[in-house]
Every structure is written in C-alpha cells, then in structure tokens.
C-alpha cells in the first residue's frame, strides 16, 4: 500500500479504490475503512458507494467485505503497477541511452571545434 504514496502523494481514484478494497479484503466497518485508507467520513461514504453500486464491496452484518469482482480488480490492478513500473524503468533506460548518443555524437563535435578554434588558422 504504501508503494503507491512514496511514489506520488496525491493518489488517484484508482488507488484510494483499492486501498478500501485491500482493507475489506478482511470484513471491516466503515470507520476502519475510513482510518486505514486516510478519507473523510464523506469520501469513504462516497468510495463505498461506488464500490458497493459496482458490485466490487459489498455490504456483510454490520460491515464491508470484499467481493470476487473486487478480487479481480485488486488483482489487475497489481498486475498494472507492475506494468507501469516496468515501463518506467524502461523509458528511465531508453532515457539515459539517447543522452549517452547525445554525448557520443555532440560533445565530440563540440571538442573537434574547440580543438579547431585553438589551431586559429590565421597564426
């Protein structure tokens, strides 16, 4: 859980969602809910809402629990951190690949000319 707030601190939709579905993964009242996943009263009103309304929570005794469906979303979206992890280092590496051509090409030009700029050909 945590991963995703050291990476950025506002979260989105997408990861308050699963931090209620995380946290109902073990029956748990609306107010742990609230607590642990850091929402006002009105946001864990809404996310359960939404949550429950799209038949990823639903409503057990006097608590939430999550449902197959919100299984499944917890699983992909695991699956798509992953993916965006991936892609991050492999734009992070593609990234350090064009500056390094970069250097290759242009730093030797840079020097050829100042190499050229010393020999001043009107000595």
Same mark, same amino acid.
Do not use: W
């Given at each position: 859980?945590?991963?995703?707030?050291?990476?950025?601190?506002?979260?989105?939709?997408? /990861?308050?969602?699963?931090?209620?579905?995380?946290?109902?993964?073990?029956?748990?009242? @609306?107010?742990?809910?609230?607590?642990?996943?850091?929402?006002?009263?009105?946001?864990?009103?809404? $996310?359960?809402?939404?949550?429950?309304?799209?038949?990823?929570?639903? +409503?057990?005794?006097?608590? $939430?629990?999550?449902t197959?469906?919100?299984?499944?979303?917890?699983?992909?979206? =695991?699956?798509?951190? =992953?993916?965006?992890? /991936?892609?991050? +280092?492999?734009? =992070?590496?593609?990234t @350090?690949? @064009?500056?390094?051509?970069?250097?290759?090409?242009?730093?030797?030009?840079?020097?050829?000319? +100042?190499?050229e700029?010393?020999? /001043?050909?009107?000595e």
């Amino acid at each position: 859980m945590n991963s995703v707030r050291s990476m950025n601190k506002n979260r989105c939709s997408l /990861d308050i969602a699963r931090e209620v579905l995380f946290i109902a993964s073990v029956r748990a009242r @609306k107010t742990r809910i609230m607590y642990g996943a850091n929402l006002s009263f009105r946001q864990v009103q809404k $996310y359960l809402n939404t949550l429950l309304n799209n038949g990823l929570l639903e +409503h057990v005794d006097s608590g $939430y629990l999550v449902t197959e469906a919100g299984r499944e979303f917890l699983s992909l979206y =695991e699956k798509y951190l =992953e993916q965006s992890k /991936d892609l991050r +280092h492999e734009v =992070e590496r593609n990234t @350090k690949n @064009k500056l390094q051509l970069e250097n290759m090409c242009f730093n030797n030009k840079c020097q050829n000319k +100042h190499s050229e700029i010393e020999k /001043d050909p009107s000595e």
